[in-house]
């Protein structure tokens, strides 16, 4: 899959739903006066604002690299992704504002009309298809602001299925259900809010891969047949991507040439590892005395090794 034009393309298929959802609820608004369908519809145009954003700034994640960005732009998707918690936290702060102002003042606008119950299940289906898109392809290209577009998108049929259940309580007697519905829902919008940013704060402060993925670069560079040995070895996030550093131990009476082919081979073999981008490998012969232990690469070495031992039988099963 092309990563670029993957990422572009949902970028705007989220702003042209948002959008489009923008505007029949606005109608239906117009039509009820519902404040469950009147806060979907403010919800929908918030999430139009933000798409345009967010498309804006998925653009820049796409651009080649250049001279003053030589890795590419993609560590920009970080802070597109908290861009997106904002929105999250923003939509989650109104919901709760208007469900808990809506209670107390008893005030509670509601509608029995079938075409706000039509719209809102629409909604329902259109986000619960955007958010399997947005994950399966965020999750594909390894792209976290199309994963946190994904999660908000889940908490988008949230509201609307607390919106039905508001407009669903009008018909049987029970309006107060709309707000109540509302802000229970709340409180999960936000708590999504505080995942992304969870997420994606690890991304800007370089923290270490899952250790599966830690385990597996130790086992490729101690697959190759000339390593005896690893150590130093450090892995962490660059925006969505993992530089890896280590010191690889190999005999001493290799020339020049065959270690910097053993270097090489190596480095390529961890680089083939989906989300690491760069590798920086250093030779230490034995005879320089550079060979030591490392207790944390041996574990990762171990457990690499009883991963590789376990797959046959699960396998078999």
Not at 42 to 61: C, E, F, K, P
Not at 83 to 104: E, P
Not at 106 to 115: K, M, R, W, Y
Request: glycine share 10%.
């Amino acid at each position: 899959m092309n990563r670029t034009g993957a990422i572009r393309t949902a970028g705007a298929i989220i702003l042209t739903a948002n959008l489009l959802l923008a505007v029949a609820k606005g109608a239906v608004w117009f039509q009820t006066g519902s404040l469950a369908v009147g806060s979907e519809a403010i919800n929908s145009l918030a999430d139009s604002i933000y798409s345009l954003v967010v498309l804006a700034g998925l653009y820049l994640t796409t651009q080649p690299p250049d001279f003053d960005h030589p890795h590419g732009h993609e560590r920009i998707e970080p802070f597109v992704s908290l861009f997106v918690a904002l929105g999250v936290f923003a939509a989650g702060g109104l919901v709760l504002f208007r469900a808990g102002t809506s209670i107390l003042s008893g005030n509670v606008a509601s509608t029995t009309s079938l075409l706000a119950v039509g719209v809102l299940v629409g909604t329902g289906v259109v986000k619960y298809g955007l958010f399997r898109y947005c994950l399966r392809v965020g999750e594909d290209v390894n792209s976290p602001a199309l994963v946190a577009a994904g999660l908000d998108n889940r908490n988008d049929i949230l509201t609307a299925g607390a919106a039905l259940v508001g407009v669903l309580g009008a018909r049987i007697g029970l309006p107060i259900l709309d707000p109540i519905a509302a802000g229970v829902v709340s409180f999960g919008i936000l708590y999504t809010g505080w995942e992304i940013v969870r997420d994606n704060v690890d991304y800007l402060v370089g923290r270490a891969p899952p250790e599966d993925l830690r385990a597996s670069i130790v086992q490729r560079a101690l697959s190759h047949p000339d390593v005896e040995g690893v150590h130093d070895v450090v892995a962490h996030y660059v925006g969505p991507e993992i530089d890896v550093s280590m010191h690889i131990e190999v005999q001493g009476d290799r020339t020049l040439i065959e270690a910097h082919d053993i270097e090489t081979e190596v480095m390529h073999s961890i680089q083939d590892i989906p989300r690491v981008d760069d590798a920086f490998i250093h030779v230490d012969p034995k005879e320089l005395g550079e060979w030591k232990p490392d207790a944390e690469a041996d574990r990762l070495a171990e457990t690499s090794s009883r991963e590789e031992s376990e797959r046959p039988e699960e396998l078999s099963e």
